[in-house]
């Protein structure tokens, strides 16, 4: 089932998220329908923040990416060929690597971009969708998705990273957003 994602403004998406137990009702239909609002709105990422609810789940699909890549293009990206994986109850042990600059977007912040300095490497443990534990390291493109989900669950967005007179110029957008004054082709709610 497709959800409508939560637009900036909304209080959810200001909340440290909790983690879930093993028994969390209907776990399995809850990450489905992540996954299938995720690809409904061309995202190569979703957090549960975004679809209103305050747990921290979080699903990446960075292979999208890479196969979409021109045959001369491949392997020249240290995390080809990308990754499909459902985070539950992530928390980052490790930062690493020097800190480069990526166009960043938000489905709950439709139609702003900007650039996000953020470490090349990332070393994350969670556990996946059947509570398996997992700590993974991940680099490149899949990283920083990874960082940029996981910012979800703790409460934060790309748009804090942001200098104060660029994220003043972007108030007014910011505003009609959480107004629901915008054009988007996927559902979104809106807090007022
Ligand atoms: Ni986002």
């Given at each position: 089932m497709i959800l409508p994602i939560v637009a900036y403004g909304a209080p959810v998406l200001r909340k440290v998220a909790e983690d879930i137990t093993a028994e969390y009702p209907n776990l399995q239909k809850l990450v489905a329908d992540m996954w299938e609002t995720m690809y409904a709105s061309s995202g190569v990422g979703l957090a549960a923040p975004q679809i209103?609810?305050?747990?921290?789940i979080f699903v990446v699909d960075s292979a999208q990416i890479f196969e979409n890549l021109e045959e001369n293009e491949k392997g020249e990206y240290p995390d080809e060929p990308g990754i499909k994986k459902v985070f539950i109850n992530a928390h980052i042990d490790k930062l690493e690597g020097e800190e480069w600059s990526y166009n960043e977007g938000c489905l709950s912040i439709p139609k702003i971009r900007e650039d996000v300095m953020r470490p090349q490497t990332v070393t994350i443990s969670y556990v996946d969708e059947n509570f398996e534990p997992h700590t993974e390291t991940f680099n490149g493109v899949t990283a920083r998705i990874i960082q940029h989900e996981y910012d979800h669950i703790e409460?934060?967005?790309?748009?804090?990273?942001?200098k104060p007179l660029k994220r003043k110029m972007l108030q007014g957008k910011l505003n009609d957003i959480s107004k629901g004054k915008v054009r988007v082709d996927y559902k979104m709610t809106f807090a007022k």
């Open positions: 209103n609810k305050d747990v921290r409460g934060k967005l790309f748009i804090d990273y942001l």
